[in-house]
């Protein structure tokens, strides 16, 4: 079992950066894959970016490539999402999740969801 926190989110301005924190508490955090995904109101959930286990892999959807981030501290149980050149459509709901099946691009691929961060950018 493993229960994630999401933290840093927050109003921005266009072009501004944000930090976002996935703190997780379980004694597995290493061995899971871990993912940001964001839900907009009226849309999908939409995968941001994700990080292998090992920080050896990392995938991005397209429009953040080159501007978002993400990493990981695995003695520190923390997820990180650095975010860059932030547009007003980059506003959403941010949410880590952790899984057991790899580097996945799908709600689906994740077992473990926090409760989400709230991200907006004013224009």
């Known amino acids: 079992q493993v229960q994630l926190v999401e933290s840093g989110g927050g109003l921005v301005q266009a072009g501004g950066s944000l930090r976002l924190s996935c703190a997780a508490s379980g004694r597995t955090f290493s061995s899971y894959a871990m993912g940001w995904f964001r839900q907009a109101p009226g849309k999908e959930r939409e995968f941001v970016a994700a990080?292998?286990?090992?920080?050896?892999?990392?995938a991005y959807a397209d429009s953040m490539k080159g501007r978002f981030t993400i990493s990981r501290e695995n003695a520190k149980n923390t997820v990180y999402l650095q975010m860059n050149s932030l547009k007003s459509e980059d506003t959403a709901v941010y949410y880590c999740?952790?899984?057991?099946?790899?580097?996945?691009?799908?709600?689906?691929?994740?077992?473990?969801w926090g409760q989400g961060t709230q991200v907006t950018v004013s224009s």
């Open positions: 999740a952790a899984g057991a099946r790899g580097l996945g691009i799908l709600p689906l691929d994740y077992d473990y």
């Open positions: 990080i292998s286990w090992s920080s050896g892999s990392t």
